[in-house]
């Protein structure tokens, strides 16, 4: 009655091994570390750097406990670990000078960090300690709001310069082209013309859906962006700005910044260690300029560095086909790009294929049309310095949209458009949240949630061994365990614990003993009510655990309400509580289950159960 198959045991066994492996991680403590990051747009950081990071090192006989690349899909980073601090700030010397030819302009930020002293094999397992926020750690954090309404204008702003462009380029004539609300009217003296353009349009344009419709003795062609383009086009607005964002803060030489979206329009920065709000603000706010530049090929290519640069023109060392003489005068800048896809030309060769206003189609004709077979070069500034970004060769006279290649691969037109993206926001955006947390307020509220948790986990195994006997120690032992698979878990899942989750574990341990409490008072009832103590037991589990079970997934419920519309705190707090729940419904039926099962189920006649007094009515 009272026996568990052999393969719930091994569960049971494999949960607890899981669990142990991804909780002990939280045991060891942080050593002195360097991050090192790009600060260029074209620089790339990839594994190779942590080779040569590996080799200064040993070479300069600085002893390095490991060097790990890390990419974390919209940054990539080297990090070093060392025993003492004294090896972090020489390596950070030494790091800075070898890897940085120009210091005043340095390729590559290393800055000072904290790694965690969990053994290498652990790591590959993927068992890493819980990530802290702020409250936890000390530093600034931002929820930035993305105005989306501004990016749809800007977008249907766009339309209407691209199709008049376009319309007159084809030689087709209309009445008038205005823009109403976010559609675009265009008018036509015939249906003739209209149903011409229609066709055009819808041959060029496939993100717009058209309508006709008659207005007196005009025809109207109303064209509206199709929903799915305009929910890719804030996807990729938001996007835009996250990548933004990650490259300034990545200026800030911040140690493990913090850089997501949440939700459609919203985006959380969190920078660790960095109490000075105002300058945090000016680089996030600041702007970045994308420009469009001849190449002065009066200078012959591989003799830049030594030729004479003529008035009218600058040398740039740095980026993609760089060193490059480049004219002075703008053709165009990063303003009137209106948007830029990887993809691929006729003969399946990747390129990026980018999209202009009406304004700066008509600059890149000019541009052109004079240039065929020569290259031109577009050049992303930030704080006044100059990176190329891509040197191309001028095929044909461009117009509105045209294509860059030049032998890239998928992922660096992947790359190339981003940039061609990011050179400045996509979107104004708004501070909606800020905060600042100094450190020592973070290692006081770590201390006071270990102690909250501690001391409630205590008194309720005191209660529950009293009140219980035999049965509060199994429930004392599945507490214990939920306990032990919900630190596994917000580890494994590297959730961000707040001071809030810290309650929300707090609050698990209470609704997890509930469950147990439910359990336990079932069993004495069927006691009370004459059945064997096996009975009792199969009895009891069997009917607490629909209300078990309903009272959790009640709760679940509204733990998953404010995940889903909560943000900041409030989120943090609903992802431990419903990862609690899920926990403590395992460890509360399954494991208790299983734990009364092996002392009771052995024993082929039990005549008393150790769960407390039970009281009879009279």
Known sequence: MNRYSLWKYVL???????????????????????????????????????????????RDHIAVDSVSYDNSGTQSFVRARFADTTSQFNAKAILEKELNSDPADPTYLVA????????????????LPMYLGLDLRGGVHFLMQVD?????????????GSVRSMLRENNIHHSGIARVDDSVEIKF??????????????????????????????????????????????????????????????????????????????????????????HAKDIIGRTATLEVRAVDESVPRGSELTASIPFNSELFKIGKGAPVVLSKDVALTGDYITGAQATFDQNQQPVVSVDLNTEGGRKM???????????????????????????????DEL???????GGFTPSETADLSLLLRAGSLAAPMDFVEE???????????????????????????????????????????????????????????????????????????????????LINERIREELRAGNLPQAAIAAGFKHAWTTILDSNVTTLIVGLALLIFGSGAVKG???????????????????????????YGRKKKVTKLAIGQIWKAK
């Not at 000072?112 to 068992?127: C, D, G, I």
């Open 573 to 599: 707090f609903a992802v431990v509580h419903c990862l609690g729940i899920l926990t403590s419904m395992f460890s509360a039926v399954f494991v208790s289950r299983g734990v009364v099962n092996l002392w």
């Open 12 to 58: 049971i066994v494999v949960a607890l091994l899981l669990g142990a492996l991804y909780s002990i991680p939280n045991l060891y403590g942080d050593a002195p570390a360097l991050q090192i990051s790009s600060s260029k747009s074209t620089v790339k950081v990839d594994p190779s750097v942590a080779g040569r990071v590996d080799d200064i090192l040993k």
């Open 112 to 127: 000072f960090n904290l790694l965690s002293t969990t053994p290498l094999w652990m790591q590959k397992l993927n068992a």
């Open 399 to 405: 117009g509105a949209s045209f294509q860059i290649s």
């Open 435 to 517: 905060r600042t947390i100094g450190p020592q307020l973070g290692a006081e509220n770590i201390r006071k949630g270990f102690d909250s948790t501690l001391y409630g986990f205590a008194a309720i195994s005191v209660f529950m061994i009293a009140y219980y006997m035999l049965f509060g120690v199994f429930s004392v032992l599945a507490l214990a365990i939920n306990l032990l698979l919900l630190i596994a878990l917000l580890s494994l899942l590297h959730v961000t614990v707040t001071l809030p989750g810290i309650a929300a574990i707090a609050l698990a341990l209470g609704m997890a003993i509930d469950s147990n409490v």
């Open 189 to 278: 003296a015939d249906q003739a013309t209209s149903a011409k353009a229609k066709d055009l349009l819808v041959s060029k344009m496939p993100d717009l859906q058209f309508a006709d419709a008659v207005e007196g003795n005009e025809f109207k062609l109303v064209a509206t962006i199709k929903p799915d383009a305009l929910r890719r086009i804030q996807d990729e607005g938001v996007q835009q700005n996250v990548t933004s964002l990650a490259k300034r803060v990545n200026e800030l030489g911040v140690s493990e910044p913090v850089i997501q979206r949440q939700g459609a329009n919203r985006i959380v920065i969190q920078l660790p260690g960095v109490q000075d709000v105002a």
């Open 148 to 160: 989306l309404k501004a990016l749809t204008n800007k977008q249907v702003q766009a339309t209407l």
């Open 365 to 395: 004709r000019s541009l052109t049309r004079e240039r065929i077979g020569k290259l031109m070069a577009i050049v992303l500034f930030e704080k006044g310095k100059g990176e190329v970004i891509s040197v191309a060769t001028i095929r």
